[in-house]
C-alpha cells in the first residue's frame, strides 16, 4: 500500500505517505481537542512549514544612484573648519549674510528653495577657503537645458596673472608658411581682404573684467573659474540668442559666429547681464574722489560705499525708478566700457607731423563712444519694444510698513533687485537670454567679396560685326603700307650715309 | 499644483527661480478652500502667475468630474478675490493672436488694438481678460504634463485621479516618454508593435512629450540633491512641471511672462 501510494507523487518531492505521517505525528503531539474540525489547518500548517521561503542564491547589488553620489559630496559642504581659521572670520567675513538674504529674497518672489540656498552658501564659504578671495557674492543662478550653473561673483587677487592667449602669434605663423610655399611656383593671386582691427580686451580688474565668476553644476561640486571675457565675444553674444546646456565645453553653433565655447558665452551674458540690471539705491555708492583728476571726461569706473547713506523708505523706492541708480558701467557699443581708438598707429610716435596730417585727410575719424556715466539713475533707461525696462513693486500690500521693494527687469527676464532700508541685493535667476520682443531675426549675410579687380581683359565686350572687321583691316594695311614707305626711306637715308 | 500640497510643493518648483512670498501662500490657503465650496469644484489647483508690467496675475484652476474636460479658470491681484474667467473659444483665439502683442499690462480692461492680417483687414479689439484666458487654456493646452499612469480614463471616457498611482521609478523618471501631455490628443501617433510592449489603453489614451517638434523643447534635470524630477518647458517659459520618484507627488506652475518663446528653433 505505502508502494502504490509512493507511485502517485511522481513530480513532487514528498509522497502522500510522507505527508500523513507527519500530519499524524503533530495530531499526536499537540493533541488539540477537536482534531477532526482542525484537522485540514493542520495539513495546510503542515504543508506551510516545509515552504523555504524565497531565498535564492542570488543577491540584489546595490547601485549607487546619481543621488547618493550627489549627497556623499554634498557632506563635505557641512564640514566644520579648522578652528584656526575662525579668528579671520570673526574680522571680516567676505561673505554676505546667509539667512537674511534668502528671506528677503523670498519676500521679493525670488528663490531657489530655502535648503538649495544654504546648500549654495555653504558652497560659496567653501569657494572663499578654497581660493582665498577677498569678497564673494552669489550672482545668480542661470538654467540651462542638461543642467544649470550657479554663478558667484568674486574681486580679482592682487597677485592673479591674466593667461595670455596666443591666437595672434599662431595666425603669423600660418601666414609665413603660406607665403613660402607660394614663391615655389606661379604665383597665386593674393587676398586683399584686411580682417578689421581686433579690439584689445580690457586688463583684469577694469571694465567688463572688473569681477572673476566661479560657476558649478550643484553645490558641493568643485567650483570652475570662466576666463575673461573680450570686447568680440560681447559683440557676438549681442546677436544671438542660445540656450546653455550645461557642459562648459559645448561648441556654440550659431550665426554670426561665436567666438568660443559655451564658457566664454556664458561668461560674456553674465557680463551683459551685469552691466544692464545690476543696480542699488541711490546713494548707496557714491563717486570715487581722485587727487589730480586731469581728465573729467574719462568715465568713473569705480565706487565706494558711502558711509552716511540712510537708507530711503520702500515705499518710495517702489514707486519712483530715480531711486535705483546703476553701479555697474555700461558696455558700449565697441564691447568695451572704456572706448579705444582703433585707427591710431601706436608705432610712428616719432612722426607726429605725419600723424596730424593723417588725421586731417581721414574724413571717418570715429568718434568716441560714450555711454551713461555710473550712477545714473534707472528712470534713464532706454524703452525697448514698447515695454518699460523695468517694473517695480513692494513686495506686500497688507503689511507695507515692513514690505521690501522689489525692482524687476523687463530686458533681462529673471533679473531682481530688493532694498529694505539700507540693506539691498541684486540676483538673477533664468535662462540667460534677453528680451527680444517680436522676435530674435539673424542679420543678414554680408555681400559677396569681390574676387578679382576687373580690369579691360576680362570685362566682356561684343564681338565685332563683319563691317568693323573689314573697316579694321583696311586700316592696318594702311598703316603697314605707311610703315613700309618710312622704312624704304630711311633705309635709303642710311645708304646715302 | 493641487492647494492641498501647495505649501511643500512651492519648494520643489523653486528651483526656476520664482515664487510665491509667505503672504501669498497664506492667502492662497484660505481663498482656495472658500472657492472650492462656492464653486462646487472637485479640486482646486493654483495653476501659477503671469507677471504683467504694473500687477501679477495669480491663476487658479478648478476640475469638476472629468479631469481633462473640466476645467475653468479664475484670476486675482492680491490671492483673495477671484474672478472667473471666460472659457477660451476659437474667435477668441483668433482675435488674441492678431491683436495682442507685447507683455501683458496687469490692467484686466486694457484694449489691445490690432488688424486683421487676411480678410478684410478690419480692426480688432481684445481685452486684456479675454487674452489671459486665451494665455491660459494655450498653455494647458501644449505644455501641461502628467506622469504616464497618473491619469485613467474609465469605460465611459471620463479621465479621473489614479489612485493606485505609486509614482514612477528613478530610471522611468528619467525618460522623457514617460511624461504625457495633459490634453485631448490631436493626432495621437499609433504606435508599432515593437513600442506596445506596456502600452495601456487605461493609461496610455495622451500624447508623451517626446512627439513635440522641435525635440529638445523640454528640459529634464534632477534638481534638490537629486531628488525631484524637474521638467521645465522650452517653449514657454516659466512653465515647471516636478515629480518625485517612487511616490504619487506630482504637479505643474506657470510663473512667467505669458508670451510664447518663438526664438525656440534658434536657440536650441
Same mark, same amino acid.
Given at each position: ?497 | ?9 512651492? @519648494?520643489?518648483?523653486? #528651483?526656476?527661480?520664482?515664487?510665491? *512670498?509667505? &503672504?501669498? =501662500?497664506? +492667502?492662497?490657503?484660505?481663498? !482656495? ?83 486683421? @492680417?487676411?480678410?478684410? #483687414?478690419?480692426?480688432?479689439?481684445? *481685452?486684456? &481678460?479675454? =487674452?489671459? +484666458?486665451?494665455?491660459?487654456? !494655450? ?83 534632477? @534638481? ?45
Amino acid at each position: 500500500m505505502a508502494w502504490q501510494l509512493g507511485l502517485t507523487s511522481s513530480l513532487k518531492s514528498r509522497t502522500r505517505y510522507d505527508h500523513l505521517t507527519c500530519l499524524l505525528t503533530k495530531v499526536l503531539d499537540e493533541q488539540p481537542h477537536n482534531a477532526v474540525d482542525v484537522l485540514e489547518d493542520m495539513s495546510c500548517d503542515v504543508k506551510r512549514a516545509l515552504f523555504k521561503g524565497g531565498q535564492s542564491n542570488l543577491r540584489d547589488l546595490p547601485h549607487t544612484t546619481a543621488a547618493e553620489l550627489l549627497a556623499e559630496q554634498q557632506r563635505l559642504l557641512f564640514a566644520r573648519q579648522e578652528e584656526a581659521t575662525q579668528e579671520e572670520e570673526l574680522v571680516e567675513s567676505p561673505l554676505p549674510n546667509v539667512s537674511e538674504v534668502g528671506f528677503y529674497l523670498e519676500q521679493a518672489g525670488v528663490s531657489l528653495g530655502r535648503e538649495e540656498l544654504q546648500r549654495i552658501f555653504l558652497a560659496l564659504k567653501q569657494l572663499v577657503a578654497s581660493h582665498g578671495l577677498l569678497h564673494c557674492r552669489l550672482w545668480g543662478k542661470i538654467l540651462g537645458t542638461e543642467s544649470s550653473y550657479i554663478v558667484a561673483e568674486a574681486e580679482y587677487r592682487e597677485d592673479e596673472e591674466e593667461e595670455s592667449t596666443d591666437e595672434a602669434t599662431e595666425d603669423e605663423e600660418r601666414g609665413t608658411q603660406e607665403e613660402q610655399g607660394e614663391n615655389e611656383t606661379d604665383p597665386i593671386p593674393r587676398s586683399t581682404y584686411k580682417a578689421p582691427p581686433v579690439v584689445p580686451k580690457e586688463a583684469i580688474g577694469t571694465g567688463t573684467n572688473k569681477f572673476v565668476y566661479y560657476v558649478c553644476k550643484e553645490p558641493g561640486l568643485p567650483w570652475v573659474k570662466l576666463p575673461s571675457v573680450s570686447p568680440a565675444q560681447i559683440t557676438a553674444a549681442r546677436q544671438i540668442c542660445k540656450f546653455f546646456t550645461g557642459r562648459l565645453d559645448n561648441p556654440i553653433v550659431s550665426y554670426p559666429p561665436f567666438p568660443g565655447n559655451e564658457a566664454n558665452y556664458l561668461r560674456a551674458q553674465i557680463a551683459r547681464i551685469s552691466a544692464g540690471t545690476q543696480v542699488s539705491p541711490q546713494g548707496f555708492y557714491q563717486a570715487r574722489e581722485e587727487e589730480g583728476d586731469e581728465d573729467e571726461e574719462a568715465p568713473q569706473d569705480s565706487h565706494e560705499v558711502n558711509p552716511d547713506f540712510e537708507g530711503i523708505p520702500a515705499s518710495e523706492m517702489a514707486e519712483s525708478l530715480n531711486t535705483w541708480v546703476h553701479h555697474v558701467q555700461h558696455i558700449l557699443q565697441q564691447g568695451r566700457c572704456t572706448w579705444v581708438n582703433l585707427t591710431e598707429n601706436p608705432r610712428d610716435d616719432s612722426n607726429e607731423e605725419a600723424e596730424a596730417d593723417e588725421r586731417e585727410e581721414e574724413p571717418d575719424e570715429p568718434e568716441p563712444e560714450v555711454g551713461p556715466s555710473l550712477l545714473t539713475p534707472v528712470s534713464q533707461d532706454i524703452e525697448m519694444f514698447n515695454t518699460p525696462p523695468w517694473s517695480c513693486r513692494l513686495s506686500s500690500a497688507l503689511t507695507s510698513q515692513h514690505a521690501v521693494a522689489v525692482l524687476r527687469s523687463n530686458l533681462w527676464p529673471g533679473a531682481c533687485a530688493y532694498a529694505c532700508g539700507k540693506k539691498f541685493e541684486n540676483i538673477y535667476v533664468g535662462w540667460g537670454v534677453k528680451c527680444t520682443g517680436e522676435g530674435h531675426s539673424l542679420p543678414l549675410p554680408l555681400q559677396p567679396q569681390k574676387e578679382y579687380p576687373s580690369g579691360p581683359e576680362i570685362t566682356e565686350a561684343l564681338d565685332p560685326s563683319l563691317e568693323e572687321e573689314q573697316a579694321l583691316q583696311e586700316a592696318l594695311e594702311e598703316q603697314q603700307a605707311t610703315q613700309e614707305e618710312t622704312e624704304e626711306s630711311g633705309e635709303e637715308e642710311e645708304d646715302d650715309d | 499644483m493641487d492647494a492641498n500640497s501647495l505649501y511643500f510643493s512651492l @519648494e520643489l518648483v523653486a #528651483g526656476s527661480g520664482l515664487t510665491l *512670498n509667505v &503672504e501669498q =501662500r497664506a +492667502a492662497l490657503q484660505t481663498s !482656495l478652500v472658500i472657492m472650492k465650496k462656492n464653486y462646487k469644484f472637485n479640486r482646486v489647483l493654483f495653476w501659477g502667475k503671469i507677471l504683467g508690467l504694473k500687477e501679477d496675475y495669480f491663476i487658479a484652476q478648478g476640475r469638476g468630474e472629468d479631469e481633462l474636460r473640466d476645467k475653468k479658470n479664475l484670476y486675482s491681484f492680491n490671492c483673495m478675490d477671484w474672478f472667473l474667467l471666460p472659457p477660451a473659444t476659437e474667435s477668441m483665439m483668433e482675435e488674441v493672436s492678431a491683436a495682442a502683442k507685447g507683455r501683458f499690462t496687469g490692467d484686466p480692461s486694457y484694449v489691445y488694438e490690432g488688424r486683421k @492680417e487676411y480678410g478684410d #483687414g478690419e480692426e480688432i479689439k481684445v *481685452n486684456e &481678460e479675454r =487674452r489671459l +484666458a486665451v494665455t491660459v487654456h !494655450l498653455i494647458d493646452e501644449e505644455v501641461s504634463v502628467i506622469p504616464r499612469g497618473s491619469f485613467i480614463r474609465n469605460p465611459q471616457g471620463l479621465v479621473q485621479i489614479n489612485r493606485s498611482f505609486s509614482g514612477l521609478s528613478d530610471s522611468e523618471a528619467r525618460k522623457l516618454d514617460n511624461f504625457l501631455h495633459f490634453n485631448i490628443p490631436k493626432n495621437l501617433k499609433k504606435k508599432i508593435i515593437n513600442e506596445m510592449g506596456e502600452w495601456n489603453p487605461v493609461m496610455d489614451f495622451l500624447g508623451p512629450l517626446t512627439d513635440d517638434i522641435p525635440k529638445g523643447s523640454w528640459s529634464l534635470q534632477f @534638481e534638490s540633491a537629486g531628488k525631484v524630477c524637474v521638467l521645465r518647458s522650452l517653449l514657454w517659459l516659466g512653465l515647471t512641471f516636478y515629480h518625485v520618484p517612487f511616490t504619487p507627488q506630482h504637479g505643474y506652475l506657470y510663473i512667467g511672462d505669458g508670451t510664447k518663446n518663438l526664438d525656440l528653433p534658434f536657440m536650441l
